[in-house]
């Protein structure tokens, strides 16, 4: 219970420390759809984190489509590239990038707010995850990421690039009060 | 008649002979003799895996199966370590919940050493030792057997070209002998599958709602200082792995794959209503770029060549000066068993099972690891 509490505060004053870096990040707005691109299990900590949140109205669906998303206004896409999820969810590495490519596409068109997050640090950066990442970063409109995923400035650099608001926080558990934050 | 006197030379032969025999059969000898367990408070009750399948008493592969009973009803949990008995956190981390922990409410059943045949060998050709020891707080010496990955030949053998264990999956034949891939296990199979079959009736028969596997992997492997989760299980493995963040031990969440067959995060929760768990912690003793194997890499997780890859960036783990030592192999381990209880009970309040008296991580990590052993 101590601990639960401790966790609480924590979160709240981080919440107010967490670095924003650059653009500002859009208000975000519910229902939610939340997927993986790379399936890794940071969207199964994703889902917790939205649990754990003020926002009730959201879905976890590690392998919808383009023409699943209708009626939503947030996309949520937690990328990082693993070979067990690969292999758990049954398709390879070009099938999923394709499919979150038209996925971002298809949210676009009607006019979703895309968030790329990276929430399991320095163990989900590698070769394959960084191309998740080079190739969605630049299509979203937030990225949401946990400080030891960015020991190189690689994401910094990203959005600094493309212009899109950056949010680092120091801790997987601190991302909830983010989400208060930003959603209306 | 006259008597003769043997050859000296044949005689020095005999004797030669027989220390050469000597030697290795004293080693195999000792090998296959069981470490003293010495159960604390909590111990309710202690069995046998022989209990879940009588095919399996009397054989090398029978093991001690331990009980904590919680004066309070609750869950469930099993501890199963030593599948690979080559990965020593994997078996004295529930050693260490035998001889401290106490349950309060609900029940912990421990098998330290499932593979009770891959302890009586050690892994051929690794230069591995024998055994190592830890020192206890009273000062007594308390040595542990290394064995394999694998069951001991002697008890299984030969092996197959190609291995299709229960669910058909196919593996190289030595895999036969592997515990983690003989998952849900045969009663009337090789000794390993006979094994893997008493763990799951373990499973159903006291209908266990979480079960943990305690494992170590080599630094440069890509599920290392993992939670390996079923689907079953994987929000609660989400919630502890950021837990375990958190407090900065670094920790990766992997699903278990739906097509890898065999292994006890996949089988366990297919063929029962457990909740699977696999504890994957990073030791350069198993890795291939290590250099002298022997005891102390055992206990302090030092090796040069294996800073000089994390310095290259060629580690999925962070690795220095202070290396891996055991200590802190085991505290990652039992600091994740006690989130996993911690969360579970968040959710399950009608079945909690609450366990008190295991050290904090904070107290073990980097200490001498024997003060925990009794």
């Given at each position: 219970?101590?601990?639960?509490?401790?966790?609480?505060?924590?979160?709240?004053?981080?919440?107010?420390?967490?670095?924003?870096?650059?653009?500002?990040?859009?208000k975000?707005?519910?229902?939610?759809?939340?997927?993986?691109?790379?399936?890794?299990?940071?969207?199964?900590?994703?889902?917790?984190?939205?649990?754990?949140?003020?926002?009730?109205?959201?879905?976890?669906?590690?392998?919808?489509?383009?023409?699943?998303?209708?009626?939503y206004?947030?996309?949520?896409?937690?990328?990082?590239?693993?070979?067990?999820g690969?292999?758990?969810?049954?398709?390879?590495?070009?099938?999923?990038?394709?499919?979150?490519?038209?996925?971002?596409?298809?949210?676009?068109?009607?006019?979703?707010?895309?968030?790329?997050?990276?929430?399991?640090?320095?163990?989900?950066?590698?070769?394959?995850?960084?191309?998740?990442?080079?190739?969605?970063?630049?299509?979203?409109?937030?990225?949401?990421?946990?400080?030891?995923?960015?020991?190189?400035?690689?994401?910094?650099?990203?959005?600094?690039?493309?212009?899109?608001?950056?949010?680092?926080?120091?801790?997987?558990?601190?991302?909830s009060a983010?989400?208060?934050?930003?959603?209306? | 008649?006259?008597?003769?006197?043997?050859?000296?030379?044949?005689?020095?032969?005999?004797?030669?002979?027989?220390?050469?025999?000597?030697?290795?059969?004293?080693?195999?000898v000792?090998q296959?003799?069981?470490?003293?367990?010495?159960?604390?408070?909590?111990?309710?009750?202690?069995?046998?895996?022989?209990?879940y399948?009588?095919?399996?008493?009397?054989?090398?592969?029978?093991?001690?199966?331990?009980?904590?009973?919680?004066?309070?009803?609750?869950?469930?949990?099993?501890?199963?370590?030593?599948?690979?008995?080559?990965?020593?956190?994997?078996?004295?981390?529930?050693?260490?919940?035998?001889?401290?922990?106490?349950?309060?409410?609900?029940?912990?059943?421990?098998?330290?050493?499932?593979?009770?045949?891959?302890?009586?060998?050690?892994?051929?050709?690794?230069?591995?030792?024998?055994?190592?020891?830890?020192?206890?707080?009273?000062?007594?010496?308390?040595?542990f057997?290394?064995?394999?990955?694998?069951?001991?030949?002697?008890?299984?053998?030969?092996?197959?070209?190609?291995?299709?264990?229960?669910?058909?999956?196919?593996?190289?034949?030595?895999?036969?002998?592997?515990?983690?891939?003989?998952?849900?296990?045969?009663?009337?199979?090789?000794?390993?599958?006979?094994?893997?079959?008493?763990?799951?009736?373990?499973?159903?028969?006291e209908?266990?709602?979480?079960?943990?596997?305690?494992?170590?992997?080599?630094?440069?492997?890509?599920?290392?200082?993992?939670?390996?989760?079923?689907?079953?299980?994987?929000?609660?493995?989400?919630?502890?792995?950021?837990?375990?963040?958190?407090?900065?031990?670094?920790?990766?969440?992997?699903?278990?794959?739906?097509?890898?067959?065999?292994?006890?995060?996949?089988?366990?929760?297919?063929?029962?209503?457990?909740?699977?768990?696999?504890?994957?912690?990073?030791?350069?003793?198993?890795?291939?770029?290590?250099?002298?194997?022997?005891?102390?890499?055992?206990?302090?997780?030092?090796?040069?060549?294996?800073?000089?890859?994390?310095?290259?960036?060629?580690?999925?783990?962070?690795?220095?000066?202070?290396g891996?030592?055991?200590?802190?192999?085991?505290?990652?381990?039992?600091?994740?068993?006690?989130?996993?209880?911690?969360?579970?009970?968040?959710?399950?309040?009608?079945?909690?099972?609450?366990?008190?008296?295991?050290?904090?991580?904070?107290?073990?990590?980097?200490?001498?690891?024997?003060?925990?052993?009794?």
């Open positions: 219970m101590k601990k639960r509490v401790f966790l609480l505060a924590f979160t709240l004053v981080f919440a107010i420390l967490v670095i924003a870096n650059g653009p500002a990040v859009p975000l707005a519910e229902p939610v759809m939340i997927t993986t691109a790379g399936q890794s299990a940071g969207a199964a900590m994703m889902k917790v984190l939205f649990t754990k949140s003020n926002i009730k109205d959201f879905v976890f669906e590690k392998l919808v489509t383009a023409d699943e998303i209708e009626g206004e947030t996309l949520v896409i937690v990328a990082g590239a693993s070979s067990k690969l292999g758990a969810a049954g398709i390879d590495f070009d099938g999923e990038t394709q499919r979150v490519t038209a996925l971002i596409e298809a949210a676009k068109k009607q006019g979703m707010k895309v968030v790329v997050a990276q929430i399991e640090g320095a163990a989900r950066r590698g070769t394959s995850s960084d191309q998740l990442f080079s190739l969605f970063v630049p299509m979203s409109d937030w990225v949401i990421i946990v400080r030891d995923a960015d020991s190189d400035g690689f994401f910094t650099n990203l959005c600094e690039e493309h212009g899109i608001p950056l949010t680092i926080v120091e801790k997987s558990i601190e991302v983010q989400l208060n934050a930003v959603f209306e | 008649m006259k008597k003769t006197c043997p050859n000296p030379a044949f005689l020095g032969f005999l004797i030669a002979t027989a220390i050469l025999v000597a030697i290795p059969g004293l080693s195999y000792k296959r003799a069981p470490e003293t367990i010495i159960p604390g408070p909590g111990v309710t009750r202690r069995g046998s895996l022989s209990d399948l009588p095919a399996l008493k009397g054989t090398s592969a029978d093991t001690p199966v331990f009980y904590l009973e919680g004066k309070e009803p609750g869950g469930t949990v099993l501890l199963v370590g030593g599948a690979h008995p080559n990965e020593p956190a994997g078996f004295i981390a529930p050693l260490i919940v035998v001889e401290r922990g106490v349950a309060q409410k609900g029940r912990v059943i421990v098998v330290p050493y499932a593979n009770g045949s891959a302890i009586s060998h050690t892994e051929p050709l690794e230069g591995s030792p024998a055994s190592f020891s830890l020192k206890n707080k009273a000062g007594e010496t308390r040595v057997r290394v064995g394999s990955r694998l069951s001991n030949p002697l008890d299984q053998w030969p092996d197959p070209a190609l291995y299709v264990n229960e669910k058909g999956q196919v593996l190289s034949g030595s895999e036969m002998r592997n515990l983690n891939r003989a998952f849900p296990g045969k009663a009337d199979g090789s000794i390993t599958e006979q094994i893997a079959y008493a763990i799951m009736e373990i499973i159903r028969r209908k266990a709602d979480i079960s943990i596997d305690f494992h170590e992997a080599s630094p440069e492997y890509t599920t290392v200082n993992a939670i390996v989760a079923h689907e079953k299980s994987l929000e609660l493995a989400a919630e502890v792995a950021m837990y375990l963040e958190f407090d900065d031990i670094p920790i990766t969440l992997e699903q278990s794959p739906k097509n890898l067959n065999g292994l006890s995060h996949r089988e366990w929760g297919d063929y029962s209503d457990t909740l699977p768990f696999l504890f994957e912690a990073a030791n350069p003793f198993m890795g291939r770029l290590r250099g002298k194997t022997d005891e102390t890499l055992i206990i302090e997780g030092k090796d040069p060549y294996y800073l000089a890859a994390a310095k290259a960036k060629r580690l999925n783990v962070p690795y220095d000066e202070k891996l030592p055991l200590s802190y192999r085991v505290a990652r381990h039992i600091t994740a068993f006690r989130y996993v209880l911690d969360t579970y009970n968040t959710y399950y309040e009608e079945k909690a099972i609450i366990v008190t008296d295991l050290p904090e991580y904070e107290e073990m990590a980097y200490r001498n690891l024997g003060d925990f052993l009794n």
